[in-house]
């Protein structure tokens, strides 16, 4: 079990291909090359940005803390609320106001393509960039006999580092789903006193699972087992997870097919997400 604290990790610069002005606390990671690879991490953002339209070839959470988050005309996402970006779907342009704080969890999708990880962004970028420039989200290569073309800064990494063309798997939906949590009723577990739960989505074929769960303080909550990873995350309150501490914002992982109890001190409230189901 992956176990971190938010307020141990030192905010670094996150050298993007899209934008500058943001800082992140890398807050867990996947295994690298694994279909359910992921990357979560903590980002703020202090400056005005903007980053252009564009689309992935993996899976994406966001979920705003502070500030409120675009990604697209009209389309915001306002604190505690959680957007889902499914793979192939485009979103869009995004105008950052500045001043947001919130979560960023990327990881592969139902296509299986998998997600690179954060060292291989930056291995792929910082050779990109001697052989031509990122520019607002966009790579632009060097002229050589005038058939280089411009191209989206994180598919050029892509290409680059697989040595293959990227190739977008067919949208399973027509655009980002924005949850509002707020808006859900807690359902209480007959089987587990002071539990209650919030199923918020379930998506695709690969059983991409969001919810959140609040255990009242003094009670305990089980969680797994399940085919596949866990991500958990505590939005509010205090306890432990197999009598390691936990605060806010405070993240671990739970294995596939692994269990932890979790119990609180305090009134606690966790985001739990479930990775897509690989066999």
Same mark, same amino acid.
Request: net charge neutral; glycine share 12%; hydrophobic share 35%.
């Given at each position: ?5 938010? !307020? ?14 943001? !800082? ?23 400056? @005005? ?31 505690? !609320? ?52 990122? !520019? ?44 509002r949590p707020a808006n859900f009723t807690w359902l209480d577990d007959p ?10 989505g379930v998506f695709t074929e690969r059983r991409l699972e969001i919810a959140?769960?609040? @255990? ?5 909550? @089980? ?35 692994g269990v932890v109890h979790v119990t609180a001190a305090d009134d606690l ?11």
């Open positions: 079990m992956q176990l971190v604290h938010e !307020e141990q990790l030192p905010w670094k610069p996150i050298a993007v291909q899209r934008q500058s002005g943001k !800082e992140a606390k890398v807050l867990m990671s996947g295994i690298e090359g694994a279909p359910d690879n992921y990357t979560f991490v903590l980002v703020r953002e202090g400056v @005005v940005a903007t980053t252009p339209r564009h689309k992935h070839n993996f899976d994406q959470l966001r979920m705003t803390i502070s500030g409120r988050t675009n990604y697209g005309p009209k389309r915001w996402i306002e604190p505690g !609320e959680i957007a889902y970006f499914p793979e192939g779907v485009p979103y869009g342009p995004e105008e950052c106001e500045g001043d947001r704080l919130g979560f960023t969890l990327q990881f592969g999708g139902a296509s299986g393509n998998g997600i690179m990880t954060q060292r291989q962004v930056h291995a792929g970028r910082e050779e990109l960039a001697r052989a031509g420039k990122f !520019e607002r989200g966009v790579y632009y290569p060097s002229p050589a006999g005038g058939k280089e073309r411009p191209m989206d800064g994180y598919e050029a990494i892509w290409e680059f580092t697989n040595q293959r063309p990227l190739v977008y798997p067919q949208p399973r939906y027509d655009e980002p789903v924005l949850m089987a587990q006193p002071g539990v209650s739960s919030k199923i918020l959140m769960r609040r @255990v009242a303080r003094g009670a305990s909550t @089980v969680l797994g087992p399940r085919d596949g990873v866990l991500l958990g995350c505590v939005l509010s309150g205090s306890g432990s997870v197999d009598r390691e501490p936990i605060v806010r914002l405070s993240a671990f992982e739970v294995t596939a097919r409230e966790l985001l739990l997400v479930g990775l897509p189901i690989f066999a």
